[in-house]
Protein backbone atom coordinates (compact mmCIF):
# COMPACT_ATOMS: atom_id res chain seq x y z
CA UNK A 1 0.00 0.00 0.00
CA UNK A 2 1.44 3.50 -1.19
CA UNK A 3 2.26 6.03 1.95
CA UNK A 4 2.78 9.43 2.74
CA UNK A 5 3.86 9.91 6.04
CA UNK A 6 4.09 13.30 8.00
CA UNK A 7 6.02 13.84 11.12
CA UNK A 8 2.92 15.33 12.96
CA UNK A 9 -0.53 15.22 13.27
CA UNK A 10 -0.98 18.16 15.52
CA UNK A 11 1.84 20.93 16.06
CA UNK A 12 1.53 24.24 18.35
CA UNK A 13 4.62 26.46 18.12
CA UNK A 14 5.11 30.14 19.50
CA UNK A 15 6.22 33.22 17.32
CA UNK A 16 9.40 33.44 15.98
CA UNK A 17 10.22 29.68 16.34
CA UNK A 18 11.72 28.05 13.89
CA UNK A 19 9.48 25.09 12.83
CA UNK A 20 10.35 21.70 10.95
CA UNK A 21 7.42 20.05 8.84
CA UNK A 22 8.62 16.36 7.43
CA UNK A 23 7.08 14.42 4.79
CA UNK A 24 8.48 10.60 3.88
CA UNK A 25 7.15 8.88 0.89
CA UNK A 26 7.87 5.23 0.23
CA UNK A 27 6.80 4.94 -3.49
CA UNK A 28 9.89 6.18 -5.18
CA UNK A 29 7.85 8.89 -6.59
CA UNK A 30 10.91 12.12 -7.91
CA UNK A 31 7.99 14.68 -7.41
CA UNK A 32 6.82 16.08 -4.01
CA UNK A 33 4.82 19.26 -2.93
CA UNK A 34 3.87 20.99 0.09
CA UNK A 35 0.27 22.84 0.11
CA UNK A 36 -1.22 24.54 2.72
CA UNK A 37 -5.02 24.15 3.20
CA UNK A 38 -7.31 27.40 5.07
CA UNK A 39 -11.12 27.02 4.67
CA UNK A 40 -12.61 29.01 2.00
CA UNK A 41 -9.32 28.63 0.13
CA UNK A 42 -8.84 25.44 -0.95
CA UNK A 43 -5.26 23.83 -1.35
CA UNK A 44 -3.13 26.16 -2.35
CA UNK A 45 0.87 25.43 -3.55
CA UNK A 46 3.82 26.63 -1.25
CA UNK A 47 6.86 24.69 -3.35
CA UNK A 48 7.35 21.55 -5.42
CA UNK A 49 10.40 19.70 -5.72
CA UNK A 50 10.98 17.65 -8.88
CA UNK A 51 14.29 15.91 -7.70
CA UNK A 52 16.76 15.21 -4.95
CA UNK A 53 18.08 19.12 -4.20
CA UNK A 54 15.75 20.68 -6.87
CA UNK A 55 13.32 23.23 -5.35
CA UNK A 56 10.52 25.67 -7.15
CA UNK A 57 8.06 27.98 -6.11
CA UNK A 58 4.34 27.43 -5.58
CA UNK A 59 1.88 30.08 -5.81
CA UNK A 60 2.52 31.28 -2.07
CA UNK A 61 6.22 30.54 -0.86
CA UNK A 62 6.57 33.73 1.43
CA UNK A 63 7.81 33.05 4.47
CA UNK A 64 8.64 28.92 3.79
CA UNK A 65 11.67 27.59 2.54
CA UNK A 66 12.22 23.76 1.97
CA UNK A 67 15.01 20.99 1.76
CA UNK A 68 15.01 18.05 -0.26
CA UNK A 69 17.95 15.97 0.50
CA UNK A 70 16.84 12.84 -0.16
CA UNK A 71 14.55 11.63 -2.74
CA UNK A 72 12.26 9.95 -0.48
CA UNK A 73 12.47 12.69 2.32
CA UNK A 74 10.54 16.44 1.71
CA UNK A 75 11.05 19.19 4.40
CA UNK A 76 9.13 22.53 5.05
CA UNK A 77 11.25 25.04 6.87
CA UNK A 78 9.19 28.24 8.73
CA UNK A 79 12.26 30.06 9.57
CA UNK A 80 10.38 32.07 12.06
CA UNK A 81 6.93 31.26 12.37
CA UNK A 82 3.75 34.13 12.66
CA UNK A 83 0.31 33.52 13.65
CA UNK A 84 -0.59 33.73 10.09
CA UNK A 85 0.93 30.31 8.97
CA UNK A 86 -1.18 28.91 11.47
CA UNK A 87 -2.88 26.04 8.97
CA UNK A 88 -2.95 22.62 7.98
CA UNK A 89 -0.18 21.30 5.89
CA UNK A 90 -0.31 18.99 3.22
CA UNK A 91 2.57 16.93 1.73
CA UNK A 92 2.01 15.04 -1.76
CA UNK A 93 4.18 12.61 -3.87
CA UNK A 94 3.69 11.33 -7.96
CA UNK A 95 5.34 9.67 -9.69
CA UNK A 96 8.08 11.62 -12.97
CA UNK A 97 6.34 13.70 -15.35
CA UNK A 98 7.60 12.88 -18.82
CA UNK A 99 6.05 15.98 -20.84
CA UNK A 100 4.82 18.51 -18.93
CA UNK A 101 0.73 18.34 -20.58
CA UNK A 102 1.01 14.96 -18.97
CA UNK A 103 -0.62 14.10 -15.29
CA UNK A 104 0.51 11.43 -12.79
CA UNK A 105 -1.78 10.75 -9.70
CA UNK A 106 -0.44 12.89 -6.49
CA UNK A 107 -1.23 10.32 -3.17
CA UNK A 108 -1.15 12.80 -0.01
CA UNK A 109 -0.21 12.50 3.40
CA UNK A 110 -2.79 12.67 6.33
CA UNK A 111 -1.58 16.19 6.85
CA UNK A 112 -0.17 18.19 10.09
CA UNK A 113 -2.43 20.59 11.89
CA UNK A 114 0.11 23.48 13.00
CA UNK A 115 -0.81 26.02 15.31
CA UNK A 116 1.21 29.34 15.85
CA UNK A 117 0.74 31.09 18.77
CA UNK B 1 -4.49 32.92 -14.44
CA UNK B 2 -6.12 29.21 -14.18
CA UNK B 3 -8.57 29.13 -11.85
CA UNK B 4 -11.48 26.43 -10.16
CA UNK B 5 -14.66 27.68 -8.58
CA UNK B 6 -17.14 25.21 -6.47
CA UNK B 7 -20.76 25.69 -4.88
CA UNK B 8 -20.02 26.56 -1.37
CA UNK B 9 -21.03 24.16 1.21
CA UNK B 10 -21.61 22.55 3.28
CA UNK B 11 -24.22 20.27 1.55
CA UNK B 12 -26.45 18.39 3.80
CA UNK B 13 -28.58 15.26 2.69
CA UNK B 14 -30.30 12.61 3.84
CA UNK B 15 -28.72 8.94 2.47
CA UNK B 16 -30.31 7.87 -0.71
CA UNK B 17 -30.44 11.39 -1.72
CA UNK B 18 -29.28 12.54 -5.30
CA UNK B 19 -25.85 14.57 -5.19
CA UNK B 20 -24.55 17.45 -7.22
CA UNK B 21 -21.58 19.57 -6.81
CA UNK B 22 -20.66 21.87 -9.35
CA UNK B 23 -17.36 22.96 -10.76
CA UNK B 24 -15.99 25.64 -12.99
CA UNK B 25 -12.92 26.52 -13.98
CA UNK B 26 -11.36 29.10 -16.25
CA UNK B 27 -7.75 28.10 -17.79
CA UNK B 28 -5.77 28.99 -20.67
CA UNK B 29 -5.26 25.90 -23.46
CA UNK B 30 -7.25 22.21 -22.72
CA UNK B 31 -6.12 21.36 -18.93
CA UNK B 32 -7.26 18.01 -16.78
CA UNK B 33 -9.84 17.89 -14.58
CA UNK B 34 -10.06 15.89 -10.74
CA UNK B 35 -12.09 15.35 -8.37
CA UNK B 36 -10.24 14.67 -5.01
CA UNK B 37 -11.87 13.46 -1.74
CA UNK B 38 -10.83 14.47 1.65
CA UNK B 39 -12.23 12.08 4.78
CA UNK B 40 -11.93 12.95 7.86
CA UNK B 41 -8.94 12.89 9.37
CA UNK B 42 -6.72 12.17 6.54
CA UNK B 43 -5.35 13.34 3.25
CA UNK B 44 -6.72 14.00 -0.01
CA UNK B 45 -7.37 11.05 -2.21
CA UNK B 46 -8.13 11.28 -6.30
CA UNK B 47 -11.69 10.46 -6.72
CA UNK B 48 -11.70 10.58 -10.27
CA UNK B 49 -10.27 12.33 -13.27
CA UNK B 50 -11.01 13.14 -16.98
CA UNK B 51 -8.06 14.48 -19.21
CA UNK B 52 -9.99 15.81 -22.59
CA UNK B 53 -13.34 17.20 -23.43
CA UNK B 54 -16.40 15.01 -23.31
CA UNK B 55 -14.48 12.34 -21.24
CA UNK B 56 -16.63 10.93 -17.90
CA UNK B 57 -14.94 9.86 -15.20
CA UNK B 58 -16.25 7.89 -12.53
CA UNK B 59 -15.40 5.70 -9.64
CA UNK B 60 -17.25 4.34 -6.32
CA UNK B 61 -20.23 5.47 -7.78
CA UNK B 62 -19.61 9.29 -8.33
CA UNK B 63 -19.52 10.54 -12.10
CA UNK B 64 -18.35 14.03 -13.57
CA UNK B 65 -18.12 14.68 -17.15
CA UNK B 66 -15.68 17.17 -19.01
CA UNK B 67 -18.10 19.75 -20.79
CA UNK B 68 -15.23 22.07 -22.80
CA UNK B 69 -18.24 24.66 -24.05
CA UNK B 70 -19.31 25.39 -20.32
CA UNK B 71 -16.22 25.02 -18.67
CA UNK B 72 -17.88 22.38 -16.27
CA UNK B 73 -16.83 19.14 -14.36
CA UNK B 74 -19.69 19.11 -11.75
CA UNK B 75 -19.19 15.80 -9.57
CA UNK B 76 -22.79 13.54 -9.67
CA UNK B 77 -23.88 10.73 -7.32
CA UNK B 78 -27.05 9.02 -7.40
CA UNK B 79 -27.62 7.73 -4.12
CA UNK B 80 -25.10 9.17 -1.36
CA UNK B 81 -24.75 7.03 1.39
CA UNK B 82 -23.14 8.21 5.21
CA UNK B 83 -19.48 7.08 3.69
CA UNK B 84 -19.92 10.04 1.39
CA UNK B 85 -19.92 12.54 4.13
CA UNK B 86 -16.62 14.47 2.89
CA UNK B 87 -14.66 17.30 1.75
CA UNK B 88 -14.84 17.13 -2.28
CA UNK B 89 -12.21 19.32 -4.07
CA UNK B 90 -12.25 20.02 -7.88
CA UNK B 91 -9.15 20.05 -9.24
CA UNK B 92 -7.28 21.03 -12.63
CA UNK B 93 -3.72 20.65 -14.09
CA UNK B 94 -3.06 22.90 -16.94
CA UNK B 95 -0.69 21.05 -19.69
CA UNK B 96 2.09 23.53 -19.36
CA UNK B 97 2.50 22.84 -15.34
CA UNK B 98 4.28 19.65 -15.24
CA UNK B 99 1.53 17.88 -13.19
CA UNK B 100 1.10 20.77 -10.41
CA UNK B 101 -2.46 21.02 -9.19
CA UNK B 102 -4.73 23.99 -9.38
CA UNK B 103 -7.39 23.45 -6.39
CA UNK B 104 -10.90 25.18 -5.44
CA UNK B 105 -11.90 25.76 -2.20
CA UNK B 106 -13.60 22.23 -1.24
CA UNK B 107 -17.37 21.66 -0.72
CA UNK B 108 -18.15 19.88 2.67
CA UNK B 109 -20.80 16.98 1.75
CA UNK B 110 -22.65 16.13 4.94
CA UNK B 111 -25.04 13.00 4.62
CA UNK B 112 -26.92 11.94 7.62
CA UNK B 113 -28.83 8.49 8.12
Known amino acids: DVKVTQSSRYLVKRTGEKVFLECVQDMDHENMFWYRQDPGLGLRLIYFSYDVKMKEKGDIPEGYSVSREKKERFSLILESASTNQTSMYLC????????????????FGPGTRLTVL | GNSVTQMEGPVTLSEEAFLTINCTYTATGYPSLFWYVQYPGEGLQLLLKATKADDKGSNKGFEATYRKETTSFHLEKGSVQVSDSAVYFC????????????FGAGTQVVVTP
Open chain 2, 91 to 102: ALSDPDSWGKLQ
Open chain 1, 92 to 107: ASSSLILRRESYNEQF
